[in-house]
């Protein structure tokens, strides 16, 4: 018979095997046999390894973030949306409401108002905010700056020659 050396296996707990060997020789030779019994050569369930190749292939899903536009983009294309349409802004539920209120204000005869002339006055306070809103615009960018503020809508007002002191 061969005799075979044996080896020093470190990682066990300090423990050679030379001990298991030699008393698993003389007892068959069956030296994995004797580990299993001895409880020496068992590790833990390790989990399942996956190939480098499958693990590439298939990444986590991650959700997939939403589409952004750039910061103004959407704006962009309101600004043009809204220059190509003819349809009124404000509701004409509201407004309605807001022209009977105001009349109400300065006079105490019947307030009735014809659909035409709701549909007029609409128009020409919407016309109105719009070209204010331009001349506040400009007066922003002749200050350098890109947003709009009240002081800037005060000095359209005041180059229109509107009296600063109604609201209106």
């Excluded at 990682?11 to 060997?21: D, F, K, L, R, Y």
């Excluded at 349409?85 to 300065?106: D, G, K, M, N, Q």
Aim: glycine letters at 6%; a positive charge.
């Amino acid at each position: 018979q061969k005799k075979t050396v044996p080896k020093k296996r470190t990682g066990t707990g300090g423990a050679s095997t030379s001990a298991v060997e030699s008393s698993s020789a003389g007892a068959g030779g069956n030296r994995r046999a004797s580990e299993r019994q001895s409880g020496e050569g068992l590790r833990a369930t390790a989990t399942p390894r996956q190939s480098p190749r499958s693990a590439t292939a298939a990444p986590q899903q991650t959700p997939r973030k939403p589409h952004r536009y750039k910061p103004g983009t959407v704006a962009l294309r309101e600004i043009r949306r809204y220059q190509k349409s003819f349809e009124l802004l404000i509701p004409a539920l509201p407004f309605a409401r807001t022209v009977r209120e105001v009349a109400a204000h300065y006079t105490l005869e019947v307030n009735r108002w014809t659909a035409e002339a709701l549909v007029a006055l609409q128009e020409a306070a919407e016309d109105y905010i719009v070209h204010l809103f331009e001349d506040t615009n400009l007066c922003a960018i002749h200050a350098k700056r890109v947003t709009i503020m009240p002081k800037d809508m005060h000095l359209a007002r005041r180059l229109r020659g509107a009296r600063s002191d109604r609201p209106w």
